[in-house]
């Protein structure tokens, strides 16, 4: 079945440090492939999506990009926040059937001053 | 805030019990999903339902039911509750078919089995 593995956490950086998530999927054809956040004490909320390949999602200065060739879509930001400190969970809906989401195993980042 | 709305946010409870988890999705979504979020397991898919019936079945154990009334709202039941049932259980929600496929989430309810 679909499946998605996700760069084990926690990860801890200094604010304004480069930072990527690494995130690689198994599914059949083109899923679409989401990143979802949530902080502390509240439910998942959308960051980036995208829905086919080579298709870059973007937003809040986060970017994944959706490489077939290599079933990825890792998370980067340039420059990373306090404010960013959160749980990552990349995700992706398979092409049939339901349209649940298969989830990663989420990354906790926690970015230090 | 996404629209979807989860009772209660926290529920604490014996071993052996019964609780009912409620949830709301956003105006006009037809689908709800039901996840279980633990420690050691990461987000789980229980179950979906689709205007008023099931969809897709996941993970969901034989003690849990759900089910969504006419109004879209849906109950998670949980019975015979065991320690290791102690989680944040997710309620999500989208629009119709050939959407984007986005979720949106609730808050969650996190239930505590002692």
């Known amino acids: 079945g679909d499946s998605v593995t996700q760069m084990e956490g926690p990860v801890t950086l200094s604010e304004e440090a480069f930072l990527t998530i690494n995130c690689t999927y198994t599914a059949t054809g083109y899923p679409s492939l989401f990143w979802y956040v949530q902080y502390p004490g509240e439910g998942l909320q959308l960051l980036l999506k995208a829905t086919k390949a080579d298709d870059k999602g973007s937003n809040k200065g986060f970017e994944a990009t959706y490489r077939k060739e290599t079933t990825s879509f890792h998370l980067e930001k340039g420059s990373v926040q306090v404010s960013d400190s959160a749980v990552y969970f990349c995700a992706l809906r398979g092409i049939q059937g339901a349209q649940k989401l298969v989830f990663g195993q989420g990354t906790r980042l926690t970015i230090n001053p | ?114």
């Open chain 2, 1 to 114: 805030d996404s629209g979807v709305t989860q009772t209660p946010k926290h529920l604490i409870t014996a071993t052996g019990q019964r609780v009912t988890l409620r949830c709301s999705p956003r105006s006009g979504d037809l689908s709800v999903y039901w996840y279980q979020q633990s420690l050691d397991q990461g987000l789980q898919f229980l179950i979906q339902y689709y205007n008023g019936e099931e969809r897709a079945k996941g993970n969901i154990l034989e003690r849990f039911s759900a089910q969504q009334f006419p109004d879209l709202h849906s109950e998670l039941n949980l019975s015979s509750l065991e320690l290791g049932d102690s989680a944040l259980y997710f309620c999500a929600s989208s629009g119709p078919k050939g959407n984007t496929g986005e979720l949106f989430f609730g808050e969650g309810s996190r239930l505590t089995v002692l």
